[in-house]
Every structure is written in structure tokens, then in C-alpha cells.
């Protein structure tokens, strides 16, 4: 089964796309886009070319947990992806991917311009990674 990670951002989304056995990171790509209409689109277009099963987004949540502040933005966001693909969005906890994703490019020469285009892709593959430990511990139907 394949599975499909977005690390959701206003300029730029993460996508990151699991092999066929569901069990680590294949593809990642970016989408550089403001604009919503056509993020939602690349994604379905993505879905549909990387024949994805499961889509998992990552969710804002503060350092205690709770709710960060564009929690709602990203809910609204799933749910239109939802009906755009008519297939469930599972929100995950992206707490510190986006650090972790700087710390990895950091440690292996990404600088400047390089790293900008690269981080949300490493970020996207951090929160299939973890989703996919999960599920390796708590298989779902």
C-alpha cells in the first residue's frame, strides 16, 4: 500500500510518496505554489500518478501538544483535499520536522537556495517516516 505524506506550507508544499510495500520513503517532490486551488490539484494530480491508498498531513501542534495556531487552516485544508479525493486525510503531529528537516540538510552541505527548495520534501519525508513506524506498531485497515 502506498502511502502519500504532505508537509503542508503556504509557498511551498512537501510531498513525500512511500514504495509499494508502504514501508519507506520512494518519491518526494515540491510544489511551489500561493495559491491553494492549484496545491490541491497537484496533489490530486500526484495521488493519482503514484497510485496513493493513504494520505497523511502533517498538523500543527505546540511543543505541550495543543493546537497551533493554523490548526484550523489545516483542518479546512484536509477536508477539501478530502472531497477533492474522496478518500480520508489522516492528521499527524509534525512537531520539529521542519528543524529536523533544516539539521539534516545542515549536516550534509544544503545551504541557501539549495535548502529552501529542499526542506519541505525532507520534512514531508519525516512525517511518512513516522507514520509508516506507526503503522509497522498499529496496522490499520
Known amino acids: 500500500m502506498k502511502v502519500l505524506a504532505i508537509d503542508y506550507g503556504d509557498a511551498r508544499t512537501g510531498i513525500a510518496v512511500s514504495d509499494l510495500t508502504g514501508s519507506i520513503v520512494g518519491d518526494t ?3 511551489h505554489s500561493w495559491n491553494r486551488e492549484k496545491t490541491l490539484s ?4 500526484l495521488v493519482r500518478e503514484q497510485g496513493a491508498q493513504r494520505i497523511v498531513m502533517g498538523f500543527p501542534r505546540n ?3 495543543s493546537e497551533g495556531p493554523r490548526a484550523e487552516l489545516y483542518r479546512a485544508f484536509a477536508a477539501d483535499l478530502e472531497g477533492l ?3 480520508p486525510v489522516r ?3 509534525e512537531r520539529r520536522t521542519t528543524v529536523e528537516a533544516h539539521n539534516i540538510l545542515s549536516e550534509t ?3 541557501g537556495k539549495k535548502r529552501k527548495n529542499t526542506v519541505d520534501a525532507v520534512a514531508a ?3 511518512l517516516e513516522g507514520y509508516l513506524s506507526y503503522l509497522r506498531l498499529h496496522p490499520e485497515p
Open 29 to 31: 517532490h515540491v510544489i
Open 42 to 45: 497537484e496533489i490530486q494530480r
Open 63 to 65: 511543543m505541550d501538544g
Open 85 to 87: 479525493l474522496g478518500m
Open 91 to 93: 492528521l499527524w503531529d
Open 109 to 111: 552541505g544544503y545551504h
Open 125 to 127: 519525508s519525516l512525517i
